[in-house]
């Protein structure tokens, strides 16, 4: 298991290269990936590469589209080897979300985003991957994404008193 970086690590605002699909080093951060997030699983959606330490366009994306359509009762992570989303729709959805590299994924803001995606992607078999995603996944995806690209979803978040902790949150429904 590895440590999960926080904000304020340059690893995390530094954009990441293209992963060598075959590589043995992309296996070896997929399998760190996957080993760190069953640690946290029930408060995450994603974890990428930056996240354990290396600037690698490589991500785990939890299934949410299949556990919401009742399709999976256990979790399951889409583990996503140079992900590309080619298609953003115009029509915008807006979801609470949080990060574990963001004091260790105790604070949450809501973060507009578009609504449905398509994502492109190498699995970890190298074989190439076109998926759709909306609700609550097309912004776990987004997300994951736009870690590889060195940024956090605190650029979304200009004003700090829209961060709420969880138990702010509890304290609002
Ligand atoms: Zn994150």
Not at 14 to 39: C, G, R, W
Not at 41 to 48: A, T, V
Not at 49 to 74: F, H, T, V, W
């Amino acid at each position: 298991m590895k440590k999960i970086l926080q904000f304020g690590n340059k690893i995390l605002t530094t954009p990441s290269v293209l992963a060598d699909i075959n590589s043995k080093e992309t296996q070896k951060i997929i399998k760190e990936l996957l080993e760190t997030v069953e640690t946290v699983k029930d408060h995450s959606g994603g974890l990428s590469a930056p996240q354990i330490g290396y600037n690698k366009r490589i991500a785990l994306c939890r299934r949410m589209d299949l556990e919401e359509e009742n399709k999976s009762k256990k979790i399951i992570w889409e583990v996503m080897i140079n992900p590309v989303i080619t298609k953003k729709s115009s029509e915008i959805s807006t979801f609470w979300e949080g990060c574990l590299s963001v004091s260790n994924g105790g604070l949450f803001a809501e973060v507009a985003r578009a609504s449905e995606i398509t994502v492109k992607f190498f699995d970890k078999d190298g074989k190439e991957k076109v998926l759709e995603a909306k609700g609550y996944f097309s912004h776990v995806v987004q997300h994951e994404v736009d870690h590889l690209d060195g940024i956090l979803f605190l650029k979304y978040v200009p004003d700090p008193s829209e961060l709420y902790t969880a138990e702010e949150l509890e304290r609002e429904d």
